[in-house]
Nanobody, 112 residues
């Protein structure tokens, strides 16, 4: 299993970013996928998930601001992040649902 996250960066509060995660080594289209994040000095927080049928779920902290989606033809899961806040600053990881992240993650920094 390999998951490669990208798309992070530095953005001002209120801005947007789109994260991508390219998956390989397993049957992506059959798998539920999640995004999680870890802020400095804090534990891992599950942010959002998407099932193989396209149904989605979100943490309350990001509901209405973040949108998860997937493209099974590209083995890719996305996280569109709008109205970013400084408290969204973290390393963002994708993972197969039920498993801990194994990739390098992508850093998101939101300045106030």
């Amino acid at each position: 299993v390999q998951l490669v996250e990208s798309g992070g960066g530095l953005v001002q509060a209120g801005g947007s970013l789109r994260l991508s995660c390219v998956a390989s080594g397993f049957t992506f289209s059959w798998s539920a996928m999640t995004w999680a994040r870890q802020a400095p000095g804090k534990g891992l927080e599950w942010v959002s998930g998407i099932y193989s049928d396209g149904s989605t779920y979100y943490a309350e902290s990001v509901k209405g601001r973040f949108t998860i989606s997937r493209d099974n033809a590209k083995n890719t899961v996305y996280l569109q992040m709008n109205s970013l806040k400084p408290e969204d600053t973290a390393v963002y990881y994708c993972a197969i649902r039920g498993e801990r992240p194994g990739g390098q993650g992508t850093q998101v920094t939101v300045s106030s």
